[in-house]
């Protein structure tokens, strides 16, 4: 038969009907990493467990407040302890709210002026609250932009009363929670 082609069937290449236009997938995988890999892996993670447990076996014991008279001038934990309880006992601070704005601004003025009664008659301890508004993008969530109003920033600054310096320290924390959160982690520690 002249003009006549004969079609080749080939069973790799046949596709049944109802998976016509549908790739089949390669059942190929992986070549096997070698054990040594693995073996390596585990090492690693065992490096950085023992590393961990040396760290935190090198933090100092917590100082507790009976301990305070005998170490002036050192970090009491316990004391750090009681008012990071205080601060979360008003719950939820979400920023904006009444428990954030007002009862966690009034907490930050009590203690702060528990410090600056008991400071060192040579430190000068100022405080201020500033109130800021404003707006940023998150380019994360497809072009949004986070609007603020009237948020309020507890600034504390001690400086020496005779000897000024030119070094400062700033140190910070946020004191706002997300919703529903209990709003306790031990970064929320207040170092008053």
Known sequence: MKGVRYRVRDSRTDVLPEQHGVRRKSRKFLPPFPSSYLIAV???LLFIFAMILLV????PTPLTLVDAPSNPGRFIAERAMNRLTRLTSIGPRIT????NEVLAIKFFQEAISSIVEQAN???EVQ?????TSGAFPLHFLDGMTNV???VQNVIVRVSALHAPSAHSLLVNCHFDTVPGSPGE???DIVYC
């Open 148 to 150: 603020y109003r009237d």
């Open 56 to 59: 935190e076996r090198k933090l």
């Open 42 to 44: 585990l090492f690693f």
């Open 96 to 99: 904006g709210s009444y428990e």
């Open 185 to 187: 982690s031990y970064h």
């Open 121 to 123: 008659p040579v430190h």
């Open 127 to 131: 405080m201020d609250i500033q109130k």
